[in-house]
């Protein structure tokens, strides 16, 4: 048996690895201490043999509920993922393998890794409608890259996505593969008229270095970015500070800041009602984006979700809400479960990549059907 994380995005620590029926493991925090939940090895054995492999810091997670009904995600390819049997019971997160080739990778969800990263922007680079801009660079010395699709004239809204704020979301890269590979499409009519409408700015990934150091929530210095958008700096939060410095020489008429769940196993929006600026114009819009996007995509719901905060209490330091009261514009988050959609469960594969990229198109035709309202 051999276990090894030394890889992009990889996170576990072998605490003994003796016994076939008791391989005994804990994840490793992030930077800080704070928190930790993601994990992600490679392991290996023998074809056909039975393992049991415990986690043994589970209850001391960030977010223990999150390994109620969970089960972990699994690959021999890389490419297609499904899920193994997983159980939760006095702090210990146990998972069962049965052998089908030597390796096998298990993760807390589909990894997005750093080298897909980097494919996706050269990609899409090639299309005429898109340029990047380098915004600047991370702590650990990894580019800020924004993708602008669309030609920049300043009559048309200006719709700002970004993605991966906590880099163990990565169903959050994933959906943003899906959205532009349907924006750029050129038989796509929906795109089309968004672009005729509408100029992008996206950042697949706003925390490179928390996603290749193997984190849940942080970047390298520990910052949870989510909670840096009312005064970010370059020593903490250089991601947000840039973006931040480049919305304001954009403007921004709608803000789709995309996520994951632990806990709830359900996709769902959080707006930002509770902000000063929150008025009925803004409700309205937001309305009927949500509307529009139960109907593009069966998987989103309205009936579960975050409470939403009273009027004038929202935390300005969330980047949906500070968007939302700086700009005066639909700002939202939207969340995607780590485990299965419950509404429409998959007893495979659970929640998934190909469904995370499946909403990510569904998120063009909300956005359609409100671009000309914002």
Same mark, same amino acid.
């Given at each position: ?36 939940? /993601? ?6 054995? =023998?074809?056909?043999?039975?393992? !049991? *492999? ?10 223990? @509920? ?93 719709? /700002?996505?970004?993605? $991966?704020?906590?880099?163990?979301? !990565?169903?959050?890269? /994933? ?51 989510? $909670? ?10 250089? =991601? ?40 009925? @114009?803004?409700?309205?819009?937001? @309305? ?5 996007? *139960? ?7 309205? +009936? ?5 905060? +009273? ?10 809400? /500070?968007?939302?009261? !700086? ?33 990510? =198109? ?13």
């Amino acid at each position: 048996m051999r276990i090894s994380a030394n890889f992009d995005g990889g996170n576990i620590e072998v605490v003994s690895i003796d016994k076939a029926d008791d391989i005994q493991l804990n994840i490793r925090p992030d930077v800080g201490n704070e928190f930790y939940q /993601w994990f992600n090895f490679r392991f290996e054995g =023998e074809v056909g043999q039975n393992y !049991t *492999l415990n986690i043994l810091n589970a209850g001391s997670a960030s977010y223990p @509920k999150g390994w109620e009904d969970y089960q972990a995600v699994a690959s021999y390819d890389r490419n297609h993922w499904f899920r193994l049997p997983t159980s939760y019971e006095n702090g210990k997160l146990t998972i069962h393998v049965d052998l089908d080739c030597e390796a096998i990778q298990i993760a807390y969800f589909a990894p997005y890794s750093y080298e897909r990263h980097l494919d996706l922007i050269s990609e899409v680079q090639l299309h005429p409608s898109v340029s990047l801009e380098h915004l600047g660079l991370t702590l650990d010395g990894r580019d800020m890259t924004l993708l602008k699709v669309g030609d920049g004239d300043p009559a048309k809204k200006n719709i /700002w996505i970004t993605a $991966r704020q906590h880099p163990g979301e !990565t169903m959050a890269e /994933w959906l943003v593969e899906g959205l532009l590979n349907q924006l750029l499409d050129s038989d796509n009519a929906t795109a089309k008229t968004l672009l005729d409408k509408a100029n992008f700015y996206i950042v697949p990934n706003m925390n490179p270095d928390g996603s290749v150091r193997g984190h849940l929530r942080t970047n390298a210095v520990g910052t949870n970015l989510n $909670r840096e958008w009312q005064s970010p700096s370059l020593e903490k939060s250089p =991601e947000v500070y840039y973006v931040v410095n480049k919305m304001h020489e954009t403007g921004v008429d709608l803000f789709y800041d995309v996520h994951g769940d632990e806990g709830l196993p359900y996709v769902f929006l959080a707006g930002c009602e509770g902000v000063p600026v929150y008025n009925d @114009k803004m409700a309205a819009v937001n @309305k009927k984006f949500n509307d529009a996007l *139960l109907l593009a995509s069966a998987d989103f719901q309205t +009936e579960f979700g975050y409470d939403k905060d +009273e009027p004038g209490k929202a935390n300005l330091t969330v980047g949906s809400n /500070w968007v939302g009261n !700086t700009f005066s514009c639909l700002a939202n988050t939207l969340e995607m479960p780590f485990k299965d959609n419950a509404n429409l469960p998959d007893p495979l594969v659970g929640w998934s990549p190909e469904r995370s990229v499946y909403l990510g =198109e569904a998120s063009l035709i909300a956005m359609l059907a409100v671009v000309d309202d914002l």
